[in-house]
Structures are given as structure tokens and as C-alpha cells.
């Protein structure tokens, strides 16, 4: 997949310098930066390239981020206002005490099983734990989510064909 952020595809130095070449080498240095970055533009893992002169093979690790919503701030009170002073009252979780279903992959977020049909869950829907809420696409692979506990959805955090990182909060639900 080629939607990992930049800052955490980093091709091994190493990885490079481990090349099995022959004495009639048919690259140069410039060369073998250009094709890995062309490696990881297109987001490859994963490279090899052989032929009767050289022997190429560049791989790199992707760090997988995890998801962590923004916290909410509470309003400011106006600045004109004076009043007692008082202890500040923390803004309420709107998510507390919801059961969040995740995506188990990284891949694209579907709420419906085709761009004409209606979504599998909508605020307010009841779920069961067998009850598909969602499909997210990886690799060209439809995979159906399902809820995994009974309740009422009354959170939806992504949008229809928004890329998902793994651990990411899909819905929530009011068990």
C-alpha cells in the first residue's frame, strides 16, 4: 500500500550497500537512489531486480502509527466576564462509556456494499454482534466488519472511502 505516511517508510542504507554486483556492473550509485525511490514511491516492501550483471534486492520496515482522536477542548468563557474564581470544569468524554469498534487493517472505509446502495448501520441503528457495519478494502479484498457486541451505533468517526490506519475508531456503540 502507498498510503503509509513518509516519515515512516525508511529504506535500509544497508540494504543497499548489500548488493551482489559483478565486475561489469551496469549501474551506478545515482541510479540505484532513483530506483529506490521510485521503490518507495509506489510503496513497495519489498524489491528485487537481477540480471546477468547485477543483483539488486532493496527492502525497507513500515512503522505502523496508531490512531489517537484529538482531544476535545471545552469553549472559553468570554474574556469581559469577571467572576469568582472557580475550578475549571473538564469538558465530558461524548465518547465515554461507548464500546468503539476498530478496524482490524489498514485499507479504505465502506459504509455500504456498493456506491448505490444504503449503508450497512446508521446513527441509531441496533447491532448484534454478528451484524456487518462496514467493509474496508486492503489489497483489493473486501472485508467485512462486524459489530462484535449488541447495541445502538450512535457514532460513526470516518467517512465513506476514507483511508483507516489499524486500531482506528470505526463507530461507537451504546451497549
Do not use: W
Amino acid at each position: 500500500m502507498a498510503s503509509a505516511p513518509a516519515g515512516e517508510k525508511n529504506l535500509k542504507e544497508e540494504e543497499v550497500s548489500d548488493m551482489d554486483t559483478t565486475a561489469s556492473s551496469s549501474f551506478d550509485l545515482d541510479e540505484i537512489r532513483q530506483l529506490a525511490d521510485l521503490v518507495s514511491e509506489y510503496g513497495f516492501t519489498d524489491f528485487k531486480f537481477e540480471n546477468e550483471n547485477i543483483k539488486i534486492r532493496l527492502s525497507k520496515q513500515v512503522a505502523v502509527s496508531s490512531y489517537q482522536p484529538a482531544p476535545v477542548a471545552a469553549p472559553a468563557a468570554p474574556a469581559a466576564v469577571s467572576a469568582p474564581a472557580e475550578k475549571p470544569v473538564e469538558a465530558a468524554d461524548p465518547d465515554e462509556g461507548l464500546h468503539k469498534i476498530t478496524s482490524p487493517i489498514v485499507g479504505t472505509f465502506y459504509r455500504a456494499p456498493g456506491p448505490d446502495k444504503e449503508p450497512y448501520v446508521k446513527e441509531g441503528s441496533t447491532v448484534t454482534p454478528d451484524t456487518v457495519v462496514c467493509i474496508v478494502e486492503a489489497m483489493k479484498l473486501m472485508n467485512e466488519i462486524q459489530a462484535e457486541v449488541s447495541g445502538e451505533v450512535v457514532r460513526v468517526y470516518v467517512e465513506n472511502g476514507q483511508p483507516i490506519e489499524y486500531g482506528q475508531p470505526l463507530f461507537g456503540i451504546k451497549k
